[in-house]
């Protein structure tokens, strides 16, 4: 049974940079197999999909409230996944999911709830002055 555990999360000041980590476990086969995606979930709101990359690389996609500034990656080596967060704003305050899915969810929209099945506890990211 895959497992997805995310760490990373602090308090920051706006402007400031995080880099989220998320350490897969216990799949079958490589994470190049999955699509994979951040979501986040704001006090009182839903949760949200940010980002994701297909099982080839060959689509990332970033919500246009994070574009430019978050960077998805993967290390399948460590079978680990990664979400560097840059010029953080207090509106990006939220926890931060990742999740797994079958390959071929991850595409040029918004990364859905229902498409991954696996999924971390959460990590937490305040940004605050």
């Known amino acids: 049974q895959g497992q997805l555990v995310e760490s990373g999360g602090n308090l920051v000041q706006p402007g400031g940079s995080l880099r989220l980590s998320c350490a897969a476990s216990?799949?079958?086969?490589?994470?190049?197999?999955?699509?994979i995606a951040w979501f986040r979930q704001a006090p009182g709101k839903e949760r949200k999909g940010i980002s994701c990359i297909s099982s080839t690389e060959n689509i990332t996609y970033y919500g246009d409230t994070v574009k430019g500034r978050f960077t998805m990656s993967r290390d399948l080596a460590k079978s680990e996944v990664y979400l560097q967060m840059n010029n953080l704003k207090p509106e990006d305050t939220a926890v931060y999911y990742c999740?797994?899915?079958?390959?071929?969810?991850?595409?040029?929209?918004?990364?859905?709830?229902?498409?991954?099945?696996?999924w971390g506890q959460g990590t937490q990211v305040t940004v605050s002055s």
């Open positions: 999740a797994v899915g079958s390959s071929y969810w991850c595409s040029t929209y918004q990364p859905q709830i229902y498409q991954y099945d696996y």
């Open positions: 216990g799949f079958t086969v490589d994470l190049d197999y999955y699509s």
